[in-house]
């Protein structure tokens, strides 16, 4: 028994020394609030939602892609999966899609953390993938037209492909789900580059507080363009605790 | 051999919904108090407005100990029993950090369902193979403790019958309260107002459910911000009512409170001659022993029952409390699925909702309705509620208008992201002779010890109610204008739920339950149960705040009449 003890230790022990096991009121929420709820007001509430940071899309475009790595993804699969999800949410004549989104950059850096699991999966899928498609187009699948990526995935998703883990159809909904998370989630994780996902359903973006009358323009509300971590209560230094705004905005955004 | 502490009046083990608030009226008595809690203390710094994070992340419900023990579930005994993710997190506050906070009282019908049944309806009308029982008290015996929790924790709603005087803009079912909720309702919306005026065109009384969700500035926090990340998150500036932040907080106050994070408890110990002595727990590598006159288990339903199995003796060799065999019986999981999905033509603005800010409709709950010629017994509470987030709402389903991507799908989504929406309806769900928590004979936890097992399924009474209830969702979707209705099956097996109830139940009856009417167990006199496996059937509403006022009830039991429980 107790295999798992001496990994609990460390983790429990310094935890342990951030708080009183007998805590005072004051002390208790010292320790769980970086304002004490005794001393929160209205008027500090306004304060604390306001945004931090102004909007803005961080450091141009070209000096991110220079540096970035492929953490999982090899360089084919890479390209099978950008096709792959270029198809699914394409950039077309209604504006950007999963491509612009960066999807691909997004699912790379989730198969080394919360999608470790899916890593297997992917290897065998995008080499079935590519498999059938130089069975049937004579090339790679990002090298086919769009009409012939679309019915290969087509078959992919209706089960009819053999070679996948756990099953080509079961491969497709894993991509469709990742390929979403990556174009609409936080771009803190790498993908919904510069918005353009929640633009895309105009999402009106992360705010700490909605009041009534923002809630009443709904779609007409304008997006803020702000990740979750524009604001420094949410970072791993809080700006009103430690540091200056600079540090701050050094940790904030994405770190690719 | 485990290590010594001194000893201590009162072990809580968990310091959730029910221990937190059970930690206050003890505390308040001058008794001392030790809180274990498996997790730690979290803070509003913690509750990132991320919808990742919170969902496909699974944080922090992903470093949890509930999650290296979630039970297995199986629907029946021929059935294989499968592993599943666990639906509760730990930290001090437990799952009321992150929860919806609804906060309902339970109404009067489900405290005497057989015998408001066998007096309306004739003495058949009971499913066959259900073991309800009445509860061991009524309503009103309740009354008070749920009006005690409503002002500690902070409960915000509109009343509808206060002291007999009906008030419409409330529930008209409820049980007579004593006075007012201690705040206003939350605020309504543009959707929760399409519903509502809806429902009232259908004839029937719409009102905003209660909330332990600040509606206004309670008691030095501040009111709800409405960001919509309130599913699945934390709050980050303590609107939501967890007892992290409101009744733990002022147990610690008195001085007569320790929480010790980390410690999971492995044993409850007993002596030859039943009583309960303390609690064995594990914190880091070492093994200790908190010796205690009284042990209240709050853990959860699942891990209450699964440790009292565990906590075997010679009192007690097959489980503590379980000499009678009642441990993991009269189980249940909350019938809450089976929803209606709409969708309408017009942007419905809900993307800075949360589950707890809608409108609710009692009318099919419970004993509401004339059931004569019906084939089911209670019913179902609907509740359509404001809540959107971008993943989730580019995952949405599309009616069948297009296929699931490309550029149709793109300008679908486009068009539809903020036009769906899916209620939630709570049935009334009963326990039944062969739904059961028992240790899984092959799955263990990393400290090797079996998880819980389910063996449970819904029956022909939850499924009536399940299609009864959303034929009337759909007739509120369509009245509202909605141009499209879902609706999804109707339920098969229980799974593992953040609504479970029984395994250690309440009742007069010490052979066919576990804990009396104090919820002080039959056979332990000084171990007292709190949380849902105490309760004998779930009523049609969310449970916390039932469980928070029985756990008041037993607490305050045990302070009052000390010398007695503890001998």
């Known amino acids: 028994m107790a295999d798992n003890n001496n990994n609990d230790k460390t983790q429990s022990e310094q935890q342990a020394t951030d708080q009183p096991s007998n805590p005072s009121r004051r002390n208790l929420l010292k320790g769980v609030g970086f304002v004490g709820a005794a001393a929160l007001s209205t008027a500090a509430t306004s304060n604390l939602i306001a945004a931090d940071s102004p909007p803005g899309t961080g450091p141009a475009a070209d000096s991110i892609v220079a540096r970035e790595a492929l953490e999982v993804l090899t360089a084919l699969e890479a390209e099978t999966l950008e096709a792959i999800c270029d198809c699914l949410i394409p950039s077309d004549d209604n504006g950007p899609g999963a491509r612009e989104a960066r999807a691909v950059h997004y699912i790379d850096r989730s198969l080394a953390s919360h999608n470790s699991e899916a890593r297997h999966n992917y290897m065998i899928g995008l080499s079935a993938v590519n498999d059938y498609a130089r069975q049937t187009g004579g090339m790679a699948f990002h090298q086919l037209g769009r009409d012939q990526q679309n019915a290969t995935l087509r078959a992919v998703q209706n089960n009819n492909l053999d070679g996948f883990a756990p099953s080509s159809g079961g491969f497709f909904n894993m991509v469709r789900s990742h390929t979403i998370d990556g174009t609409f989630c936080d771009p803190y994780y790498g993908g919904n580059r510069d918005f353009v996902g929640w633009d895309m359903i105009r999402y009106p973006g992360i705010r700490l507080g909605a009041s009534e009358s923002d809630v009443a323009q709904g779609a007409d509300l304008a997006p803020n363009h702000q990740s979750a971590y524009d604001h420094s209560t949410y970072t791993k230094m809080a700006q009103n605790m430690l540091g200056t705004p600079e540090s701050r905005r050094k940790g904030g955004s994405d770190h690719a | 051999m485990p290590r010594n502490l001194s000893r201590t009046d009162v072990v809580i083990v968990g ?159 409820e049980g007579a309260r004593s006075r007012e909720y201690p705040m206003r309702p939350l605020r309504a919306s543009p959707f929760t107002d399409l519903m509502g005026t809806a429902a009232r065109n259908l004839g029937w009384n719409p009102f905003q459910g209660p909330a332990a969700i600040t509606s206004e500035l309670y008691d030095g926090r501040p009111p709800c911000q409405y960001h919509g990340f309130c599913n699945r998150g934390g709050c ?332």
């Open chain 2, 15 to 173: 310091m959730g919904a029910a221990g937190g608030v059970a930690a206050l009226p003890l505390t308040n008595a001058g008794l001392k108090v030790v809180g274990l809690e498996a997790g730690g203390w979290l803070s509003p710094r913690d509750f990132a407005p991320d919808e990742l994070r919170n969902g496909a992340r699974n944080w922090p419900q992903s470093v949890q100990k509930a999650a290296s023990e979630a039970p297995t579930l199986r629907a029946t005994t021929a059935d294989q029993a499968v592993q599943g993710g666990h639906p509760m997190m730990n930290a001090v506050g437990g799952t009321s950090m992150h929860y919806w906070a609804q906060s309902w009282r339970l109404n009067p019908w489900d405290f005497q369902v057989v015998t408001a049944t066998r007096e309306r309806y004739g003495a058949n009308r009971i499913p066959a193979g259900s073991t309800i029982e009445d509860w061991p008290f009524t309503y009103t015996e309740l009354e008070p403790y749920y009006d005690k929790v409503e002002y500690a924790v902070g409960i915000s709603g509109q009343a509808g019958n206060v002291q007999g005087n009906m008030n419409p803009a409330g529930n008209i079912f």
């Open chain 2, 236 to 567: 980050h500036v303590q609107a939501k009512g967890s007892t992290a932040f409101t009744v733990i907080p002022k147990a610690a106050d008195t001085g007569n409170l320790e929480v010790v994070t980390f410690a999971r408890v492995i044993n409850i110990v007993t002596d030859n001659d039943g009583k309960v002595t303390g609690v064995d727990y594990i914190r880091g590598n070492e093994t200790f022993f908190q010796p205690a006159d009284a042990v209240l288990l709050a853990s959860y339903a699942y891990e209450n029952v699964r440790l009292l199995q565990l906590s075997k003796s010679r009192a007690f060799p097959n489980g503590l409390s379980n000499n009678a065999g009642q441990l993991g019986r009269h189980y249940m999981s909350h019938h809450q699925g089976s929803p209606v999905l709409a969708l309408f033509d017009r942007d419905l603005h809900n993307w800075y909702g949360l589950p707890a800010q809608g409108v609710a409709i009692d009318e099919w709950a419970d004993d509401n309705f004339d059931h004569a010629d019906l084939d089911f017994i209670g019913g179902a509470n609907l509740w359509v509620h404001t809540d959107r987030k971008p993943m989730g709402a580019a995952k949405m389903n599309t009616f069948g208008a297009v296929s699931s991507w490309g550029s149709d799908w793109k300008a679908f989504i486009m068009k539809n992201a903020d036009r769906s929406n899916m209620s939630y309806i709570q049935k009334t769900t009963l326990p039944y002779e062969d739904n059961y928590l028992d240790l899984d004979p092959v799955v263990k936890d990393p400290l090797g010890f079996p998880v819980t097992r389910i063996t449970a399924r819904y029956r022909d009474n939850e499924k009536r109610i399940a299609a009864f209830s959303q034929d009337k969702m759909e007739q509120w979707y369509l009245e509202a204008g909605a141009i499209k209705v879902s609706k999804f099956g109707p339920g098969n097996a229980m799974g593992a739920s953040t609504h479970a109830y029984g395994g250690t139940r309440m009742g007069l009856n010490s052979d066919t339950n576990v804990v009396n009417e104090w919820g002080f167990s039959h056979e332990a006199p000084n171990l007292g149960i709190l949380g849902g496996s105490v309760m004998g059937n779930s009523g049609s509403r969310n449970p916390t705040l039932t469980v928070q006022a029985l756990a008041w009830r037993t607490a305050e039991y045990l302070a009052s009449n000390w010398r007695s429980v503890v001998g």
